[in-house]
T-cell receptor
Framework: KNQVEQSPQSLIILEGKNCTLQCNYTVSPFSNLRWYKQDTGRGPVSLTIMTFSENTKSNGRYTATLDADTKQSSLHITASQLSDSASYIC????????????FGDGTTLTVKP | NAGVTQTPKFRILKIGQSMTLQCTQDMNHNYMYWYRQDPGMGLKLIYYSVGAGITDKGEVPNGYNVSRSTTEDFPLRLELAAPSQTSVYFCASNFGQTQPQHFGDGTRLSIL
């Protein structure tokens, strides 16, 4: 079964600290993996997208890594800000059908002052 | 740039009523999608379209219908609203499966 598991479910950190979110998947055949940020009451916004041959991708203070062999990805947030408080969603797309992406349930990050 | 626009933002329906959720995008994307997001859960694909006149079912299509007569518009129709369809509905679009999806801000639908 094609699944995407994210951990932790929720996380609270202090402003200025770093954190790492995890994503494990069983989706196959693999096309790409994306990380999205979803603010409360808004639609998800793309942070990074990685294909099979890419093992790291950065977007400002966000750095995503991918290990396609172990089917694991992580999202590292550096020097967190209050505006980083959001849900972070891992999405894996199969290399078969354009419409078939599997979404994780997300990690809810709260950054406190 | 408007991006992906969804209307209405909120709606309350009675059981058995019907309605259409509107979605339009101004980025000339070929691919468009409809998802539902239940509280604490990941997005589930309802229907998608790879171009005008072409639609296909996603994971959870029962109780919904779509049409794609133009590149810009991808409306989602609920024919007989049921309480299980209470959810937040997101429309998204992109140029293809290797490109990030652009999402609207959602329609919050309650069926009582």
């Amino acid at each position: 079964k094609n699944q995407v598991e994210q951990s932790p479910q929720s996380l609270i950190i202090l402003e200025g600290k770093n954190c790492t979110l995890q994503c494990n998947y069983t989706v196959s055949p693999f096309s790409n993996l994306r990380w999205y940020k979803q603010d409360t009451g808004r639609g998800p916004v793309s942070l990074t997208i990685m294909t099979f041959s890419e093992n790291t991708k950065s977007n400002g203070r966000y750095t995503a890594t991918l290990d396609a062999d172990t089917k694991q990805s992580s999202l590292h947030i550096t020097a967190s800000q209050l505006s980083d408080s959001a849900s972070y969603i891992c999405v894996v797309t199969r290399n078969t059908n354009a419409g078939k992406s599997t979404f994780g349930d997300g990690t809810t990050l709260t950054v406190k002052p | 740039n408007a991006g992906v626009t969804q209307t209405p933002k909120f709606r309350i329906l009675k059981i058995g009523q019907s309605m259409t959720l509107q979605c339009t995008q101004d980025m000339n994307h070929n691919y468009m999608y409809w998802y539902r997001q239940d509280p604490g859960m990941g997005l589930k694909l309802i229907y998608y379209s790879v171009g005008a006149g072409i639609t296909d079912k996603g994971e959870v299509p029962n109780g919904y219908n779509v049409s794609r007569s133009t590149t810009e518009d991808f409306p989602l129709r609920l024919e007989l609203a049921a309480p299980s369809q209470t959810s937040v509905y997101f429309c998204a679009s992109n140029f293809g499966q290797t490109q990030p999806q652009h999402f609207g801000d959602g329609t919050r639908l309650s069926i009582l």
